[in-house]
């Protein structure tokens, strides 16, 4: 009997992807389709033209139906941009003042429903509740505590929100419009839970997944999820940059930024020239290689700066990480960016390639396809006991209605 199949929407500002898969026996990822077509509907996470989304869901579900031969009925779809937030907590409650008590699932995971409850604010929708450990009584971090004994229990979580109106755009897209349920998963956390490995989060890894407008940074240590940062900015705005200085169409600038530059400049040949057609006209018109990467490069650094703050917000310093930092996303398709992140931040940086996975075509360095990637693999990349993700798909069934509720009150 094959796996389940699994099927998720990756909603981006300038495109928007989906996916069908499952896991085989040898635990890769076998995609039976991937679709993607450019669209306008979104901008940094939220809906700013809901007609528009439609029609463009419709086409890709249509596509990926008829290749994959199935019909949709339940997908993962990513969650966003500047409405994500995220915050460490913590909650603690006397088991029994007399005697020892034996911990089970409902002390569990009553407490790290009160690290999200403290808080969170009205107007705010809980999409993650991520266990950071257990203290019991005086004892060290504690992974598990079920079955232990103890009179008072401290629970440490990662709080990770979305507003609330954003969220609810995005259900009435597909619940109303399409008659689909989803089960919304922020975009960064699906991408590293889907392509970091384990040994990178016990050993401390920053996650750094370049979007067009925004970068994702989520940092693991001691395999706990620590900190988690959208920082809107992107690698659109370098394309920016580029058709601003040179007075070109934004088409032209993407193409230099994806074929031409180095983020690092120093290592641009300062004589080597390329050649693009000037629009409504038979001429070419001549850049240099060295100059296009500098102002890129500067656009770049601004976004390792943010990350560096993100960085110093989790309290560890740059250096404990063992895995050093790994890039992913469509951002980060730009030659020798590692590289400027290794030079400015002072460790080991490298791509991280998109790796077990059964397709057609070789996906490896298909960055932009990471945060697809992850939100396949999530129906079984969280399922252990030592790393649970408490009620994600049923708090979001069971608020939902109180969200539009609130609406009109």
Not at 127 to 151: A, T, Y
Not at 159 to 188: K, R, S, Y
Request: hydrophobic share 40%.
């Amino acid at each position: 009997m094959s796996n389940p199949l699994h099927i998720a929407f990756d909603l981006g500002s300038f495109s928007i992807k989906g996916a069908v898969g499952r896991v085989n026996q040898n635990q890769e990822l076998e995609i039976l389709s991937i679709q993607t077509i450019k669209t306008e509907s979104i901008e940094c996470g939220t809906i700013v033209d809901k007609e528009r989304l439609k029609k463009d869901l419709e086409y890709l579900i249509d596509r990926i139906e008829k290749e994959a031969k199935i019909n949709i009925k339940d997908v993962m779809v990513s969650m966003s941009g500047e409405t994500i937030k995220s915050i460490n907590s913590l909650s603690r409650t006397s088991i029994n003042n007399s005697t020892d008590s034996k911990i089970d699932e409902e002390i569990k995971s009553k407490l790290l429903s009160q690290c999200a409850d403290i808080q969170v604010s009205t107007g705010r929708h809980i999409l993650h509740k991520i266990s950071q450990g257990f203290i019991i009584d005086d004892s060290p971090l504690i992974r598990n505590p079920l079955g232990m004994r103890g009179k008072i229990i401290e629970a440490r979580a990662h709080i990770v929100h979305v507003q609330e109106f954003n969220l609810a755009q995005i259900d009435a897209c597909f619940t109303e419009d399409l008659a689909i349920d989803i089960d919304p998963v922020f975009d960064g956390l699906a991408s590293s839970y889907g392509n970091l490995s384990e040994d990178d989060k016990k050993l401390g890894v920053v996650f750094v997944d370049i979007g067009s407008d925004k970068t994702n940074v989520v940092i693991y240590k001691d395999k706990y999820l620590i900190h988690s940062k959208v920082i809107p900015i992107g690698s659109n705005f370098v394309t920016k940059d580029l058709a601003t200085r040179f007075n070109i169409s934004i088409q032209h600038a993407e193409e230099i930024k994806r074929k031409h530059v180095s983020a690092l400049s120093k290592l641009a040949d300062v004589e080597s020239n390329f050649e693009l057609p000037i629009e409504n006209d038979d001429l070419k018109r001549k850049f240099n290689k060295k100059e296009v990467s500098k102002i890129a490069e500067s656009r770049f650094k601004e976004i390792i700066n943010k990350v560096n703050e993100a960085i110093q917000v989790s309290g560890v310093n740059i250096l404990k990480f063992g895995s050093g930092i790994k890039i992913t996303g469509g951002g980060a398709n730009v030659k020798n960016l590692d590289l400027l992140f290794k030079e400015q931040l002072g460790t080991k940086c490298e791509y991280l390639p998109l790796k077990n996975i059964v397709f057609k075509e070789n996906l490896e360095d298909k960055r932009e396809y990471a945060t697809l990637i992850g939100l396949l693999l999530w129906p079984v990349s969280h399922v252990e006991d030592d790393n649970p993700l408490i009620g994600i798909k049923k708090s979001f069934t069971e608020n939902f209605s109180n969200i539009w509720k609130g609406f009109f009150e």
